[in-house]
Structures are given as structure tokens and as C-alpha cells.
């Protein structure tokens, strides 16, 4: 449907949130830059918010950046041990949390997501738990254990809330997504290692739509891929992106980006390489953090009703469109 970003502007991106008024948040961490960088549906660059270092207001090694409904921006450093927030505008507002392995203590947080109370969820990575705070980060409760079996974690990532409450974690080390009710106790296990149909490797990123199916971010198989709310695999994609406004702007400015491009071949360079974060919006439009090749690669789903006799193993009602 549409491609976002380009290396100068959206470097390395690891996470986005989306915002009011078509706004875009993108979380870069890379050499050339550690920042959110703000940008438009229509693809326009709208500034930049934080910057490398310690400081208040700056970053150190980034993991996932999230909105509440004031569209405040809380961000998850697992260098710093802590989440920093800002205001829309970009203005730094407060941090909290600090190293450790207690309550409301981090060591190398991660994916982010708010409660439909208003309370963040933080993945609490080498922990191997989550934990939830509230906005101001009183510690409020904490679930999880390391270990490979069912309801265990092992050096989770991505988080994702639904219109329920319940909660899906990108269980990275052990190569699956796991469902969770509000208060931690297991209902669903999605997958197993491996690069067939239904299975990850070392997936990364987790987001449900208001129809409760689940997207992943098959970080090493290339791919994100979709299941139904009962857990059971609908359909895979790997991506099919086209230059966006910012990239097509500066290669018509550029001869030697335009004569490349001219004698290269272009199908990989439509293929997603690290995919490592999802958004889903009300209007089931999927957007993915294209790690690989700086930028955020967006589609939307086509969801046809169907009966039961529709339905076959492998491909279900709804499919991923670029049109």
C-alpha cells in the first residue's frame, strides 16, 4: 500500500507508535542516529525528539516507543534501565526506573503497551518477565518466569494488549508468541522454532487488531505473519515495498542513486529484511518497522467474511493487500 521513511530521516528503525492526525513515530538506533523521528502519513519530516547520550531526554540504546491518549511518548532504553517521556511536541517530561531484578526494577526493558485501564505493561527482558506501571511508574504487579514451558519466558520483546485486556508476548528465545489474560495466567501458545508455515525464528515484534487477529514480526524468517484469535496461521508476507515520497524525491535529485537503481535488479530490494516491529491502526492498516532498509512498510488488511466452509488449513478470510 505505501512505504515510509528512507535512511536519512528513519535510520535503523526498532519501533513506531502512531498518532493523532496521520503522525508517526519512528524509533532509530543505529550509528547515524538514535532518536524518534517524527513523520507524516504523507511522508513528510516533522523534526526529530531525543538524541544519543544519558542525559535527561536522551537515549542510549532504545527498544520500543509507545502513545497514551494524550499522545505523551513513553520510550524503553534496556541500556539505561529506565522510560523516558515526552510530550508530542518533544519536550521531556520525566523518567523513571532503575537496574535490578525487584519489584519495579528493570534489567534491559523492552516491548511496551498500554492496558485498556491506562497502565503500561514493560517487558522486562532478561528478567524474563512483565510488569505493569502506572503512567508516573508506581509499580503496580509482575508475571513470568524463565524456562521453556508453556507460560514460561525466555528473553521476551514485543507486547501487544487487546480490546480485552489480554496480552500477547513476542517470547524471542523460544521462538513462539504466548497469550495471556490481565493478571499473567497462559491461554494460547502460537508456534514453535522453525521457518514453516506457523513457525519463528526469534520473533521480535506482536500487534492485534479490533477483529483480534495477530500479526508477528517474524524477525529471522523475513516475514510477518497472521493468525486468527484461536491462534491458527491465516497467512505470511514478506513484504513487496515500493520507494517512498522521501526516497523517490532525493533519487530524482541524485543522478548516481538514479542510474543505480536503473541497472540494478529491484525485487529484493522490495522484501522486508529484519522486520522487527508492528502497528495496527483502527482502519486494519498494518505498519512494520523495515529494519534493514530504513523504513516503515505499510498495508492493509482485506477481511472477507466467510463461512466455515470457506475456510481451508492454510489460507483464511483475511490477506495482507499493497492495494
Request: glycine fraction near 12%; hydrophobic fraction near 35%.
Amino acid at each position: 500500500m505505501k512505504t515510509l521513511g528512507m535512511r536519512r530521516v528513519t535510520s535503523n528503525p526498532v519501533d513506531l507508535a502512531l498518532g493523532k492526525e496521520g503522525r508517526i513515530y519512528v524509533l532509530s538506533r543505529s550509528e547515524l542516529a538514535t532518536e524518534i523521528r517524527r513523520i507524516s502519513w504523507d511522508d513528510e519530516n516533522l523534526g526529530t525528539i531525543g538524541g544519543p547520550g544519558t542525559g535527561d531526554g536522551q537515549f542510549r540504546w532504545p527498544v520500543s516507543v509507545v502513545v497514551d491518549e494524550d499522545e505523551n511518548l513513553y520510550v524503553s532504553d534496556e541500556a539505561l534501565n529506565r522510560i523516558s517521556i515526552f510530550n508530542k511536541e518533544g519536550d521531556f517530561l520525566s523518567k523513571w526506573g532503575e537496574a535490578g531484578s525487584g519489584d519495579g526494577q528493570f534489567n534491559r526493558p523492552a516491548g511496551l503497551a498500554f492496558n485498556p485501564e491506562g497502565h503500561l505493561y514493560v517487558v522486562d527482558s532478561l528478567n524474563h518477565r512483565v510488569q505493569l506501571f502506572t503512567r508516573d511508574g508506581k509499580f503496580l504487579s509482575q508475571w513470568g518466569a524463565q524456562g521453556s514451558e508453556p507460560g514460561e519466558l525466555n528473553l521476551p520483546m514485543g507486547i501487544a494488549v487487546d480490546d480485552e485486556g489480554d496480552v500477547y508476548v513476542a517470547d524471542w528465545g523460544n521462538h513462539r508468541v504466548q497469550k495471556f489474560s490481565a493478571g499473567g495466567a497462559r491461554q494460547l501458545v502460537i508456534g514453535s522454532e522453525g521457518s514453516e508455515r506457523g513457525q519463528f525464528v526469534r520473533p521480535t515484534g506482536v500487534a492485534v487488531d479490533r477483529h483480534g487477529d495477530i500479526y508477528v514480526a517474524d524477525w529471522g524468517n523475513n516475514r510477518v505473519q497472521l493468525f486468527n484469535p484461536d491462534g491458527q496461521y491465516v497467512d505470511q508476507f514478506i513484504g513487496d515495498a515500493t520507494l517512498s515520497t522521501m526516497a523517490r524525491t532525493y533519487v530524482r535529485a541524485n543522478p548516481k542513486p538514479l542510474r543505480l537503481r536503473e541497472m540494478a535488479c529491484l525485487e529484493p530490494q522490495k522484501r522486508f529484511h529484519g522486520p522487527v516491529s508492528i502497528e495496527v491502526d483502527d482502519e486494519c492498516r498494518m505498519y512494520v518497522a523495515d529494519c534493514g532498509p530504513h523504513r516503515i512498510q505499510v498495508y492493509r488488511k482485506e477481511a472477507d467474511m466467510l463461512g466455515p466452509e470457506d475456510i481451508v488449513p492454510v489460507l483464511s478470510a483475511p490477506t495482507l493487500s499493497t492495494t
